[in-house]
């Protein structure tokens, strides 16, 4: 298990991967072929619901589908793991996001995140997006964790946890590369002329990013490199 730091965030809500339910929702998931199993048995997309949330505000049931168009909310202590396309997603307890349509029913172009915190991972793409209130990030394809912090006046948190990702706040951009979570905050006013400033790697773990990518078939940087770095936030491998 990798040391983590967390900062308003309860242990319970990070280890979520190692529960015994959790593992067992997963095994199910890809023995029955994962999301094209899923839509040839036409069968929900959510490989595990923990706890209530609802769905264009009504409850959600485990057994639905979430589609691109949809609003979800997390109910307090609750988990959400769930796959469009070659994107999966956790979200954590008190969060509210939208998943807005790309070229197809089943392929996500945005995610907008109003509230709480989700963590994703992203097959290849273009013209893909996370925006909070503060930021925006362009995705090509990669592992990411996004967070509003409501105790600290609602300041976004992005991290690339690794990938290529176009990062912007105010009317500062730029292109993040990591291979080993490269963390953001971002401001709705600049601080010394900036609205992006450096921050460590929060509230977050490596095998959270690891189970999301084994949901859709693929490995994160750190896996395929056999090699991590050190959650400064700076994005880099240790070589």
């Known amino acids: 298990m990798t040391q983590h730091l967390l900062q308003g965030r309860q242990e319970k809500e990070i280890l979520w991967f190692q529960r015994r339910d959790t593992l067992k ?11 094209p199993g899923a ?7 959510i490989v595990q619901l923990t ?5 264009n505000g009504s409850q959600l049931n485990p057994q639905q589908a979430i589609q691109t ?11 959400l793991i769930f796959v469009i396309g070659n994107a999966s997603f956790q979200v954590r307890q008190n969060s509210r996001l939208s998943v807005e349509r790309g070229n197809t029913l089943n392929a996500v172009s945005l ?3 109003l509230t709480g915190a989700v963590a994703s991972v992203w097959g290849k793409g273009v013209n893909r997006s996370i925006v909070m ?3 925006t990030a362009g995705i090509r394809g990669t592992g990411v964790y996004a967070e509003i ?6 300041r976004n948190y992005f991290c690339n946890c690794y990938g290529t990702v176009d990062v912007g706040a105010g009317n500062q951009k730029l292109v993040s590369q990591a291979d080993y979570h490269q963390s953001f905050w971002a401001d709705s006013e600049a601080k010394n002329g900036v609205f992006l400033t450096p921050a460590q790697a929060l509230n977050h773990t490596d095998e959270e990013l690891e189970f999301l990518a084994g949901l859709v078939d693929q490995r994160t940087t750190w896996q395929i ?11 880099k491998m240790t070589y």
Request: hydrophobic letters at 35%.
């Open 25 to 35: 929702a997963a095994a199910a998931w890809l023995a029955l072929g994962g999301l």
């Open 39 to 45: 839509m040839a048995q036409q069968r929900g997309n």
């Open 51 to 55: 706890g209530d949330a609802t769905l």
């Open 69 to 79: 168009g949809d609003e979800i909310q997390t109910g307090p202590g609750s988990n």
């Open 111 to 113: 995610l907008r995140l």
């Open 133 to 135: 209130p503060t930021l």
């Open 149 to 154: 912090f409501a105790e600290r006046d609602n």
């Open 225 to 235: 490199a056999g090699k991590k770095g050190t959650k400064d936030g700076s994005g």
